[in-house]
């Protein structure tokens, strides 16, 4: 019965307070009432207004919202979506096309042996690829261990064999033996196009013109071939070596440029020439001569100078190793 009487009681007092108090009502009839003024109507209507126009402004901007989403998700009702995705596409390609090609050189490790990444780097492509059978081989590897450090590591690498895990390399030692690993390999090559299968090896690659041609007009494009100035390394870049004129030129790739010569040694052209001599071309048999205002330069003229004084001076070179030569030779009778 208590509690019967407390909820009684209770809706009782709720009704009480949502009553309005009677002292707040206004008790004076409608005529007395203050009615607003004409600029608080005016001033009403036009706070209306604009809260109606800000309203309409912002339904508009919805409605356009609304509709470009609409056409990104629809790329058929929007012909310029698909131009616009092609340029940004075409951007974002050419930002980032080092980055494709670094990836796909490290995706080229993966994929093949040591060797084959080596040769497919960009500015490699003077290598050939060694044969595995010849690198495990120790005679043809003698004297290399005192001019490459980490040699065992380095000859590791090359042939694709795994560290055990408590010979882990820090970052510093790592980068050592890499570049140690390339310059093994670079050595090994300037042996092993000695061979009769590395001579073929780099005749697929004078035949197809990939060491590059010769700059001299009237040598009519003639393929090169790689050599070295020293068979040490580390003393001079590559250059190419043009069989009909026997001129020596730089490389047209900077990359190239920079490979060391002794990577290809001083004998390999001279020495494929001499064991294949139907790839000995013909010399030029035309030669530039000076003119000026289409006339000949005499031979007296201080254009030829220097060029006079430097063959003269090898005519008596020459002349005196001859003499001294005879001279020997008529002792020794």
């Known amino acids: 019965m208590q509690s019967i009487d407390e909820t009684a009681n209770g809706s009782m007092q709720a009704q009480q307070q949502d009553l309005p108090e009677l002292s707040k009502l206004s008790l004076d009839p409608p005529s007395k009432q203050t009615q607003p003024s004409a600029s608080a109507i005016y001033n009403n209507n036009y706070n209306a207004a604009d809260e109606n126009s800000s309203a309409s402004a912002a339904l508009q ?6 509709v470009a989403l609409q056409a990104s998700s629809n790329p058929a009702a929007n012909p310029n979506h698909q131009v616009n995705t092609n340029s940004n596409v075409n951007s974002v390609g050419m930002k980032d096309g080092v980055v494709e090609e670094e990836s796909s050189e490290i995706s080229a490790s993966d994929d093949g ?6 040769c497919s780097l960009r500015g490699n492509e003077f290598f050939c ?3 595995e059978e010849y690198i495990q081989d120790d005679f043809n590897l003698t004297g290399l261990h005192l001019l490459v450090p980490y040699y065992d590591y380095a000859l590791d690498m090359v042939l694709d064999v795994e560290m055990p895990m408590e010979e882990k390399l820090s970052e510093q030692q790592q980068e050592i033996v890499e570049s140690a690993a390339e310059m093994l390999y670079g050595l090994i090559h300037a042996r092993y196009i000695l061979t009769n299968r590395g001579m073929h090896a780099m005749y697929e690659k004078y035949r197809s013109a990939a060491f590059g041609r010769c700059p001299h007009v009237f040598c009519q494009g003639q393929p090169v071939l790689p050599v070295g100035l020293s068979d040490l390394p580390r003393n001079f870049t590559v250059n190419v070596f043009c069989p009909r004129c026997h001129g020596l030129f730089f490389p047209k790739s900077t990359r190239q440029a920079n490979i060391d010569g002794a990577y290809f040694g001083t004998t390999f052209p001279h020495l494929y020439l001499m064991t294949h001599p139907d790839m000995v071309p013909m010399k030029p048999t035309q030669e530039y001569i000076p003119r000026v205002y289409g006339f000949k330069i005499h031979s007296s003229s201080l254009y030829y100078k220097n060029n006079e004084e430097e063959t ?19 002792t020794s009778r």
């Open 312 to 330: 003269a001076q090898r005519r008596l070179e020459a002349n005196d190793r001859n003499s001294v030569n005879r001279r020997k030779n008529r």
């Open 61 to 66: 901007s919805y409605q356009k919202a609304a």
């Open 129 to 131: 690829e060694v044969d």
């Open 113 to 118: 042996s040591w060797i084959t990444w080596f």
